[in-house]
């Protein structure tokens, strides 16, 4: 036997993969001197164990999903797009234009402006490594990473010497209007209840004047577009004649172009896709979150949509899977940071270690599970 | 600009040049193999850790240098298993190496040291200092040839007359030796060499412990020489440059100093915005000389510079036929 059955393929190499991650990670832990047990402890209780802990790793899990169905639609085009951390980093600009250049009336007006901004700004960034990719054939892997230093190094250059504001020593944008401020989780109805804040004794705290107060927390209403992004992407894939080209670009060039798709056109389009859809993930940090733009905004996101499109097997579901576990791993690691002496940076291990485990090893897991397999079947027989 | 801040400028290229062009090398000896490495960055980091590290403890700069080119083998071999043995996907493996490296350094560093991740500052012989090279003093008055001689060729630590002599020595290895032509022959064409008996796995995997190697060396340089000490992220990006550089280079050595090099220059000019400023005229933001490698590169990928033409087999996986 050398092939698994589908429903292995799809779940239990993902999940085997995750957990030699998981036993790398522990064992990189007990080498410098920590507790496994003790620092996962710790994750799930600062990512789950409070309304505050789930306001951020969903806040986390929203940038993370729009970067992850961008590495997925570029996937299914045959490309490997590592530039969603230059095209998230314009898609902020995007957003900053469109706040500061107006008075917004109304935060559902501006999100829907900033959201246009944002794709149209992601996807223009994207546009050019696109473009020498279909008709000059310069390896888009390449040209990502380029832009993505040519990004960051614009950004500085708009922030420094366009955006800053007279009198302000550092660079970043002013900070948005307040029409353009969306609501928070911990703003709407209903959710709100969610994130009371509570006494020891479990009983609502209660301001001065008498009214039960609310953890404010960064996740917000970009939230459910991400949701609906999946819903989207998955329908574009699975259910139009578009998709189905993307799709059967990425697995066969020459038998798609044998019948009829245009090259250039499919990898131009699958391209602008990824990058508006890294590009949108602007609206949950820079407009949801810090209200101005930043430098270096994206802070690592739109690298983790490549771990998260790998973890989620490029499937919109697996995607918004994969995106909350990282929301888990980065809310939890922000938590080991607080709670004990593990640096920051053990979530970039973590993160490592799923993509090697997942995207490059993952022929050597499929290999032992079909070994496993025979074992259990000679056992059977 | 007078003609001493030129040669000032021109001797820091060499400087900020080097790690380049011991990364770039590296890169050149992978992918002349047909194995596409974008490790180069992580590799590099993790040997700078190490080097840094070991250096500090032991007080030798000699015995850090070893355990910078022990941990770039480390990942290199990583690498090598990934996307030789297993046929992994080589951009993936690289992707993934290079965040592993760089958290896992940090955690090293300060599990090591407690020092917010960072190795002790170097001094004495845990570092490699600037040789003075012989008739320094004899030629300082002679002009022109005086500082050139003084600021730009004299005056570098002993790593920077090693990569110097990496570059022809890598010439002779591809383009003279037998293991040379394989090489590059696994690049272009694999089932030829296995055809003539050759196994394309040893080849590969000795292309990848070169390439180990370098990236040791230009860590070390980076954590022991050009500084003193390892800090987190501190090769911010040269992989990359490297690996533009090396595209630019054309995957060929002599080129591959040519670019790094030049890369160097910016680097170095990004550090002088005031003799920038006073060349150009006006003031030129520092954020587009950083940028300026990248752009060439774009514009090299392009084509409109010149065709950059990769290997032939690079990327692929080698799958023997049965």
Redesign the interface.
Known sequence: MNKLPQWADVVLVPLVSLVLAAIVAAMVLLAIGQSPLAALGIMVDGAFGTAAGWGYTLYYTTSFIFTGLSVTVAFHAGLFNIGGEGQAQLGGLGVALVCLALPWPHWSVALLAASLGAAAFGAAWAAVPAYLQAKRGSHIVITTIMFNYIASAFIVYMLVDVLRPAGQMDPASAKFPAGAKLPTLSDMPLLREFFARVNADGTPKLSKAGEVMYSNVPANVTLFIAIAACVVVWALLWRTRLGYQIRAFGKSEAASKYAGINPVKITMIAMLISGALAGMMAINNVMGESERLLQNSAEGAGFIGIAVALMGRNHPLGVLLAALLFGFLYQGGAALGLNTTIPLEMRLVVQGLVILFTGALDQMVRMLLIWLFSFGRKAAA | MDYDTLMQILGSTIRLGTPLLLACLAGLFSERSGIFD?GLEGKMLAAAMAAGAVAALSGSAWVGLAAGIGASLIFAA?HGV??IT????????G??????????T???A??LF?QG?RTPPLVGSARFHPIELPFVEALKDVPLIGPLYSEVISGHSILVYAAMACVPLSWWVLYRTRFGLRLRAVGENPAAVDTAGVSVVSLRFAAVAITGVLCGLAGAYMATALQAGFG?EMTA?RG?IA??AL?FAKWRPWQALGATMLFGFFQALALRPDVVEGVVGMKV?V??L??LP??L??LV???FVGKAI?PRAGGEPYVKER
């Open positions: 974008i990583l990934a996307s297993f046929r992994g996907n080589q951009l993936i493996s992707v993934a190496l290079n965040f592993l490296a760089s958290g896992i940090v955690l090293i300060q599990a407690g991740g987190r990006g990359y690996l533009a595209i933001p954020s587009m950083d940028a990248y752009i590169t774009v990928l392009a084509g990769p």
